[in-house]
């Protein structure tokens, strides 16, 4: 049994991108990450600060615009304009949640396509079903890297996401269905209304959870020898210490004695994701240089 190890292949695409930045550098330009931010959720603010930290590792300019939380929609429409206009920034993100006097989509849809590095914008949205290049959406790119390079390509796999939401489940389920090197994956996706899951989930030879639920995938649900990747993070309290703690959607410690290789939480998924947006804003920078 393998335990994936996320830290260490973010590791190496970290590596890599260095080396692209250093060239970009060299061609007079630094690649721009914008990051605008809606009130004062800590959990998002501690997220973008763990961004922050790794742009600044590999040498990605990134600058955080803070909005107060009584922003108007078009206050905020405004503030994304002016960074689709400003030629230093060659990605936007847009934290969520927003203040619930806020609308995501119609905002996300105003960031400028070729600057949309978490592809969030419905029209890369829709290119990525459509199997065309565009930016895809960093949670569900980091899991399909680390699924190749980790030795687990997904190619001709029967594929199980449990889980259905618009950052993870579906785009993951575009991704890995393409007819494309590192796909062409037979996928199913599972969620609430699925009837008994089990006996979808035991027929995986690739397991993804990503439902946000604290250990919910029991090595009953797990087929011999399957590959589980968890992406949920859930804080729950250590009976032991009293204190909290993450933990994933998949009750590790019983799943790694059937699974032939899983992923930890923390230390798996988590790590691509900062890693995959650091290398779609280092895409953007590339495109615009030629
Ligand atoms: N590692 C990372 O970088 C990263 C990034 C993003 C999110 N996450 C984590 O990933 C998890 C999922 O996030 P999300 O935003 O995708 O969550 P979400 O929007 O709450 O969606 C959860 C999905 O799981 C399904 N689900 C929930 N309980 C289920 C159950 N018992 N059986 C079958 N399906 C079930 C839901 O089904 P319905 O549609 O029927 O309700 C829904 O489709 C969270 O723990 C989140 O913190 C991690």
Same mark, same amino acid.
């Given at each position: 049994?393998?335990?994936?190890d996320?830290k260490?292949?973010?590791g ?6 260095k080396s692209?930045?250093a ?7 630094t ?5 605008i931010?809606?009130?004062? +959720?800590p959990?998002s ?7 922050s930290?790794?742009c600044?590792?590999?040498?990605? !300019? ?5 909005l ?13 304009e002016?960074?689709?206009r400003?030629?230093k ?6 934290q969520?949640?927003?203040?619930k ?9 105003? *960031?400028s396509?070729?600057k +949309?590095v ?20 960093? %949670?569900p790119?980091g899991v399909q890297?680390?699924? $190749?390079?980790?030795g !687990?390509?997904?190619e001709?796999k ?8 618009? *950052?993870?489940? /579906?785009?993951l ?11 062409n994956?037979t $996928? ?8 008994d ?12 959870a990503a439902m946000?639920?604290? /250990? ?8 011999e020898?399957a590959?589980?990747?968890?992406v949920?993070?859930?804080?729950v309290? +250590? ?7 993450l933990?994933?959607? $998949?009750d590790f ?5 059937k ?14 994701t $900062? %890693?995959?947006?650091m290398?779609? %804003?280092?895409?953007?920078c590339?495109i615009l240089?030629?």
């Amino acid at each position: 049994m393998e335990i994936i190890d996320g830290k260490k292949i973010a590791g190496e695409v970290r590596e890599e991108l260095k080396s692209k930045v250093a060239k970009l550098k060299e061609g007079g330009v630094t690649p721009g990450l914008a990051a605008i931010i809606v009130g004062d +959720d800590p959990a998002s603010r501690s997220y973008l600060k763990g961004i922050s930290k790794g742009c600044g590792n590999i040498g990605i !300019n990134m600058e955080t615009f803070e909005l107060p939380a009584d922003a108007t929609q078009e206050g905020l429409e405004n503030k994304i304009e002016e960074l689709n206009r400003d030629e230093k920034f060659h990605g936007i993100i847009l934290q969520l949640p927003l203040p619930k006097h806020l609308n995501a989509l119609k905002a996300e849809s105003a *960031i400028s396509p070729r600057k +949309d590095v978490d592809g969030t914008n419905p029209v890369n949205t829709g290119k990525l079903l459509l199997g065309e290049d565009t930016f895809l959406p960093s %949670t569900p790119y980091g899991v399909q890297q680390l699924l $190749v390079r980790s030795g !687990n390509n997904p190619e001709g796999k029967n594929v199980v996401i449990c889980g259905r939401s618009n *950052i993870v489940g /579906k785009p993951l389920m575009g991704i890995l269905m393409q007819k494309r090197e590192g796909a062409n994956a037979t $996928v199913t996706v599972c969620h609430t209304r699925t009837k008994d899951l089990p006996s979808v989930t035991r027929q995986a030879d690739i397991l993804i959870a990503a439902m946000g639920r604290p /250990k919910v995938i029991t090595a009953d649900m797990v087929g011999e020898g399957a590959v589980v990747i968890d992406v949920g993070v859930n804080s729950v309290e +250590d009976p032991e210490t009293g204190k909290r703690k993450l933990v994933g959607d $998949v009750d590790f410690d019983n799943v790694k004695e059937k699974a032939c290789a899983i992923t930890p939480v923390p230390g798996g998924t988590g790590p691509m994701t $900062v %890693t995959m947006l650091m290398a779609n %804003t280092v895409r953007a920078c590339e495109i615009l240089m030629g």
